[in-house]
């Protein structure tokens, strides 16, 4: 059974920064794509960060210039570096990996990202 575990959410004021992280632990024959979404109360969950084992990283217009993805596959764990923090970045930030094949998608619990004054 593969599970995704994030940590390092919390309280942040604006302007500050955060690093999250996710590591993913199981039965774990190839990962490709690790990277992070995101759901504001009220609003869909959304693309932040995805990065593939080889190809482009892609962000979303909101985190490019601010926040930067990265993984490390020893550990099979990607990171989400976030600074210059919004009120607008306040989510749920949840962890997404495709295991074992492109189709087969896990996610994470969520970790919560408050950002405020």
């Known amino acids: 059974q593969v599970q995704l575990v994030e940590s390092g959410g919390g309280l942040v004021q604006p302007g500050g920064s955060l690093r999250l992280s996710c590591g993913a632990s199981g039965t774990i024959l190839r990962i490709y794509t690790m990277g992070w979404y995101r759901q504001a109360p009220g609003k869909q969950r959304e693309l932040v960060a995805l990065?593939?084992?080889?190809?482009?990283?892609n962000y979303a217009d909101s985190a490019k210039g601010r926040f930067t993805i990265s993984r490390d596959n020893a550990k099979n764990t990607v990171y989400l570096q976030m600074s210059s923090l919004k009120p607008e970045d306040t989510a749920v930030y949840y962890c997404y990996a495709e295991i074992g094949s492109r189709w087969n998608t896990f996610w994470g619990q969520g970790t919560q990202v408050t950002v405020s004054s």
């Open positions: 990065m593939p084992t080889d190809g482009m990283i």
